[in-house]
C-alpha cells in the first residue's frame, strides 16, 4: 500500500500496523511454554508483551477518546483505577493466565487494531481526548496519542525481536522484510565483536 507523503494520519497507521504485524510475528512457530517463559529477570516474555500491546491500544484509543472497549469481561487486567487506586496486580497486562491461551490473546490484540483503527479513522488529528492516568496533564492530540502509542509499541517490537533470537536465532523486523544483511557471517561477525571488547 502506498502511502501519499502528504498524509501524516496514513502514514502513522502504516508505522503503526507494521509494528503490530511485526510483534505477533515473533510468536509464530513458538509453544506455549516457550511463549509464556520469563526471559528477563524482571519476567518479559513474547506472549506478555502481546497483551500488553493490546492493552496500551485499547487505553489510548478507547478512554482518551470517549470510547469503551465493547467486551469489559475480555480485559479485567483493565478494570477502572482511580488516582486513589491501584490494580491488584499491576503486572497484569505482562503474562498470560493460565486460562489465556496464545490464541486468545493474539485474536484480542488482532481485534483491538479494528477497535483503534475505528477511532483514527473518526477523527482528526487535532482532535483532542484525554488520558486518564496521565493526570492533569493528560490533555492530548490524536497525533500525539498516535506517536506516544507508535513509540511504545516499538520499543516492544525491539523487546520481542531479541527475545525472540534468544531462543532460536529468528531475527528481523516483520514477516516479508526481514531487514537483515543476507552477506553477513554472524559468529564470525560476534566474535569479532567479542575480540574488540575484550580489548577493553
Excluded: C
Excluded at 511463549?35 to 502481546?50: E, F
Excluded at 520481542?160 to 552477506?183: F, H, K, Q, S
Amino acid at each position: 500500500m502506498t502511502t501519499p507523503a502528504h498524509d501524516p494520519k496514513a502514514t502513522l497507521k502504516r508505522y503503526l500496523q507494521g509494528t503490530r504485524e511485526g510483534l505477533v510475528w515473533k510468536l509464530e512457530g513458538l509453544s506455549e511454554r516457550e511463549l509464556r517463559l520469563p526471559r528477563t529477570p524482571t519476567g518479559t516474555n513474547l506472549l506478555g508483551l502481546v497483551k500488553h500491546a493490546a492493552s496500551v491500544e485499547i487505553g489510548y484509543f478507547g478512554d482518551t477518546f470517549g470510547r469503551a472497549w465493547p467486551s469489559p469481561e475480555e480485559i479485567p487486567w483493565m478494570a477502572p483505577w482511580t488516582d486513589d487506586s491501584l490494580p491488584d496486580d499491576p503486572q497484569a497486562d505482562f503474562y498470560a493466565t493460565a486460562d489465556e491461551s496464545a490464541e486468545q490473546v493474539v485474536d484480542l490484540y488482532r481485534r483491538v487494531w479494528a477497535f483503534a483503527d475505528e477511532t483514527i479513522d473518526a477523527l482528526p488529528l487535532d482532535a483532542l481526548g484525554r488520558v486518564p492516568w496521565w493526570g492533569e496533564d493528560g490533555e492530548a492530540t490524536l497525533h500525539t496519542i498516535l506517536v506516544h502509542v507508535l513509540a511504545d509499541l516499538k520499543q516492544h517490537a525491539g523487546h520481542a525481536d531479541i527475545l525472540r533470537e534468544t531462543i532460536d536465532g529468528r531475527v528481523g523486523l516483520r514477516e516479508g522484510n526481514e531487514n537483515m544483511p543476507d552477506e553477513v557471517e554472524w559468529p564470525e561477525y560476534t566474535t569479532m565483536l567479542t575480540a574488540i571488547a575484550e580489548r577493553f
